[in-house]
């Protein structure tokens, strides 16, 4: 059965710092991973996904499927970063499963 | 940008009562969702829906739980008899095609209080 940890519940950094959100996974088939992001009273919305390697926002992560773990990071954190994310598996019914979500907040 | 929309945002219902939650996917979507998040806890899987029928659908979504799209426009979830431990958002969300990494839009959510 496929399952997404997200060890922090909480995490605050100060404006400027690095900020790690942390995200393992347990699956049996290929992973496809996302981060999803909620910024206060707004829906929730797709900020990366492993397979675009891409940078969003300044956010990057990358698949270690030896760890099978999907860190989002990011070196110098703004305020408006301050929101509840969740990492994603998909599965290949494209069905989304969720971490429990780390709540981060950038102190000023 | 078009976005998917959700109606009523807030609903309460008195336990074994039914209740309808809307959702209008992005028009030219095909696949279409439900997942709930009760407070404090992580958003859950419900059902997926594509042609018109149910194409995959979680532990939790048993026969109190069904899904329609009686329209071109509209997909609801209906529950029946409503438990106090229905008391969950409900999220809606759309995607284009099944492909992986096909991005899911998700709409604001209905908040359902049951009591």
């Known amino acids: 059965a496929q399952r997404v940890t997200q060890p922090e519940k909480l995490l605050s950094v100060f404006k400027g710092a690095p900020v790690e959100l942390k995200c393992n996974y347990s699956?049996?088939?290929?992973?496809?991973l996302f981060w999803y992001v909620q910024y206060s009273r707004q829906r929730l919305q797709l900020l990366l996904r492993h397979i675009s390697r891409e940078s969003i926002k300044g956010f990057t992560a990358d698949l270690n499927k030896g760890e099978t773990s999907f860190h989002l990071k990011k070196p110098f954190a703004q305020e408006e970063d301050s929101a509840m994310y969740y990492c994603a598996l998909q599965t290949g019914a494209n069905n989304l499963f969720f971490g429990t979500g780390t709540r981060l907040t950038v102190i000023p | 940008e078009p976005e998917v929309t959700q109606t009523p945002s807030h609903q309460v219902t008195q336990m074994g009562q039914e209740v309808i939650l809307r959702c209008v996917p992005i028009s030219n979507h095909l696949y279409f969702y439900w997942y709930r998040q009760i407070l404090g806890q992580k958003v859950e899987f419900l059902v997926s829906f594509y042609n018109n029928e149910i194409s995959e659908k979680s532990e939790i979504f048993d026969d109190q739980f069904s899904v329609e799209r009686p329209d071109g426009s509209n997909f609801t979830l209906k529950i029946r008899s409503t438990k106090l431990e229905d008391s969950a958002m409900y999220f809606c969300?759309?995607?284009?095609?099944?492909?992986?990494?096909?991005?899911?839009?998700f709409g604001p959510g209905t908040r359902l209080l049951v009591l």
């Open positions: 969300a759309s995607s284009g095609t099944r492909g992986n990494q096909e991005t899911q839009y």
């Open positions: 699956y049996s088939g290929s992973p496809e």
